[in-house]
């Protein structure tokens, strides 16, 4: 073997060891300052307390108020991205021309670029005040209005990855929907799309995780107060936006409360490696059912 091949090997070997590495650092940080919060709060009652005020002088620590917020947000975001995201991706693979794809794309996912905390204030100063002309009683910070702009963040992701996964459908099956009479919106829904729902269910699998970690909209448009509420015109708090509001500083270092972070962070943690797993089932049981 080569001394290229070797170093190039040794290279990649490195990558694998240190991302595995910076994982199991990031799982044992958790672990470690998380085991202080449950050794003074009971795991029951984190997980099925109905109020989170550890920052109050009556402390509850039930992070069930979060969780909420959290789901909710992230289900109208992708209530939002799905649909458009999918649409365009269908849009894009089937009815645009080469010339439009190849400038309509990567204006798509300049969307991706733009700093989260732009989306937070767009949504804050602009998607309220507009929602508000037709829903009175919208509050000023809401879970609407951040899980909409949430969801316009996300298009590009599902939107590029949907496109991608249906471009890689082969050709012979729209070839043969076409012969069957199909006509081209036939056969976009009725073909290629089944065709790829493998890798467009991954695509909102990961938009999802994406939306349940994200920070500054949520933090800036949705506002501070955890409730446990799936009612999106009011403000609540997210998960990610406690563990900024703690970080912050007020609170002291050591302390519970200052450990409610990481307990929090645990249940994100656990929360997303669940998604990703039933990402990977998902994927390949619809593998397993187009092979």
Avoid: C
Wanted: aromatic letters at 10%; a neutral charge.
């Amino acid at each position: 073997m080569k001394v290229s091949e070797r170093i190039i090997e040794g290279l990649l070997w490195l990558s694998a060891v240190i991302t595995i590495l910076v994982t199991i650092g990031i799982i044992w940080v958790l672990l470690s300052q998380s085991i202080g919060f449950f050794q003074v709060v009971s795991l029951t009652e984190f997980l099925t307390e109905k109020e989170w005020t550890p920052l109050f002088a009556d402390k509850k620590f039930g992070i069930m108020p979060l969780v909420a917020g959290t789901l909710l947000t992230t289900f109208i975001a992708i209530a939002v991205a799905l649909p458009l995201g999918l649409t365009i991706a269908v849009y894009l693979n089937e009815y645009a021309p080469a010339r439009m794809r190849q400038i309509v794309k990567p204006l798509l996912e300049i969307l991706a670029t733009i700093p989260t905390v732009v989306y937070g204030f767009f949504a804050l100063t602009v998607v309220t005040p507009f929602l508000q002309q037709f829903i009175p009683g919208l509050a000023g910070f809401n879970a609407l209005s951040a899980g909409m702009v949430m969801g316009i963040m996300i298009v590009p992701m599902i939107s590029s990855l949907s496109e991608d996964a249906i471009s890689a459908v082969p050709r012979s099956l729209r070839e043969a929907a076409y012969g069957m009479g199909s006509t081209r919106l036939q056969t976009a829904f009725g073909v290629m799309v089944p065709a790829a729902s493998s890798g467009i269910v991954v695509s909102v699998i990961l938009a999802i995780s994406r939306a349940v970690g994200e920070t500054m909209i949520v933090a800036i448009a949705a506002g501070q107060q955890p409730r446990l509420t799936m009612n999106p015109l009011v403000p609540i708090e997210t998960i990610t936006t406690y563990i900024v509001q703690v970080s912050l500083g007020d609170v002291p270092h050591g302390s519970l409360e200052y450990k409610t972070i990481f307990a929090a962070g645990i249940t994100l943690f656990v929360f997303t490696f669940a998604l990703n797993n039933i990402s990977f089932w998902i994927k390949k049981k619809y593998q397993e059912k187009y092979d």
